[in-house]
């Protein structure tokens, strides 16, 4: 009897045991809404590195398989005691820089004016003119062009007053700057993508200086912008560009110095996508437009870029002071990535304004900005009969 007192003892203490294990196991596991067992949190042992979450971290940009979390634009408001500035809309920029213009090209507006005033023009007058406008890089073709139709009006150039005559050559001007070329930036979105930007050119024309300037053109515009630094080579570039965008609320992808610029290019269009931004504006490294093998790695910057998007505009910024060299250096770097737009840089500084006309005439380029000062709003839409006002002065 006593026997199986102490064996029903026993199956019922199994049986409490059993059921306790029971209820621990459904304290502990805990179901989501799908029905799948939440993960648990274990508490580390002492000495154990193994941190209770893991760390948060950004695989390498530009893997295929990995997401990588989109930049975080910066807020329409700045957070308190930083202020963004307000860049001017680009309408109507040349006409408020028109004076900076007139100053350095008075010269041709004035020599051009002065001997078309007069009563009789010989042989030696017309040759003048032809002079002041080759003196100012127009180029032998638009020269001759301009010359022409000026000797077919000469009857009323002669009986014509000041106001006629002023008139008569900004309208020949005009003519020869391309009127009809499309001189629109193409920056703006697409359904499911930004619209990309690349800007190149030599050392030294300004490159860096003018793709952040183009950036408060487009932020002047209502655009949102994301500039990219694939300008590697040089550390103060990027640093350089991503002060240009802090000030007007534009954020910058950069990569490490003396890395890849087709890598840091493709970063930033992808990033420019998942941040739903307008427009990409990607910074490449200047390069002598002699030197192959430099060009040959913009252009892979260019196809890189098109494995993800389309690339909707090539800016070419030339230094207005190099004169005819710089349509050489068009030609070249038009043929590595053909290029859409030109900027013409420095324009304020050259009486060589003509170059406008010789890019356009022998490439087909159409000169869509030119900068007219080192400040940072100096650059403007090309507008060819405000351009023509200002050379002739007046």
């Known amino acids: 009897m006593e026997f199986v007192i102490i064996a ?27 029905g799948t067992a939440a993960p648990t949190l274990t508490r580390p042992r002492p000495g154990d590195e193994q941190a209770t979450t893991p760390p948060t971290t950004v695989p390498p940009v530009g893997t295929e398989d990995v997401a990588v979390p989109p930049v975080q634009l910066p807020p329409a408001q700045p957070e308190p005691g930083l202020t963004f500035e307000v860049p001017p809309p680009s309408a109507g920029r040349l006409v408020r820089l028109r004076s900076r213009l007139a100053r350095s090209q008075s010269s041709l507006g004035r020599g051009l004016l002065t001997v078309l005033a007069r009563e009789k023009l010989t042989e030696e007058d017309w040759e003048e003119v032809e002079e002041t406008l080759l003196a100012a890089d127009v180029g032998v ?15 009323v150039l002669a009986t014509g007053d000041g106001t006629a ?5 900004v309208t020949e001007l005009t003519s020869v700057l391309g009127p009809d070329l499309d001189r629109s ?19 030294g024309a300004g490159k860096t200086t003018t793709c952040g300037k183009v950036a408060r053109v487009l932020v002047g515009d209502g655009r949102s912008v994301l500039l990219g630094a694939a300008d590697t080579f040089r550390a ?48 490449t490294a200047g390069r ?11 252009g892979k910057v260019k196809r ?3 494995k993800l998007s389309p690339v909707d505009e090539v800016l070419l910024v030339l230094d207005a002071t190099t004169g005819q060299n710089g349509v050489v250096q068009a030609r070249v770097f038009t043929e590595a990535v053909a290029v859409t737009g030109v900027v013409l840089t420095k324009l304020d500084g050259t009486a060589k304004g003509g ?22 709003d100096d650059l403007a839409p090309f507008e060819p009969r405000a351009f023509a006002e200002a050379l002739v002065g007046g």
């Open 236 to 283: 103060a570039a990027a640093d350089q560009l991503e002060t240009w965008g802090e000030r007007v609320g534009v954020p910058t992808v950069r990569g490490p110095e003396g890395g890849d610029p087709a890598s840091v290019a493709y970063d930033a269009v992808k990033t420019g996508r998942e941040a739903d931004v307008d427009a990409v504006l990607v910074d």
């Open 141 to 155: 073709a638009a020269t001759t062009q301009i010359v022409q139709r000026l000797r077919t009006q000469s009857l």
């Open 8 to 34: 029903v003892a026993v199956v019922v203490v199994a049986l409490l045991l059993g059921v306790g294990l029971l209820v621990g196991r459904g304290r502990r596991t805990t179901r989501l809404e799908d």
């Open 165 to 169: 005559l002023r008139e008569l050559l």
């Open 288 to 298: 002598l437009h002699t030197k192959l093998g430099l060009m040959d790695e913009l």
């Open 355 to 376: 170059i406008v006309v010789s890019v356009q005439r022998e490439l087909g380029i159409p000169v869509k900005l030119v900068g007219l000062g080192e400040g940072a």
């Open 304 to 306: 890189v870029v098109e």
């Open 185 to 203: 930036l193409a920056t703006d979105r697409e359904l499911d993508r930004p619209a990309v930007v690349l800007v190149v050119g030599v050392n």
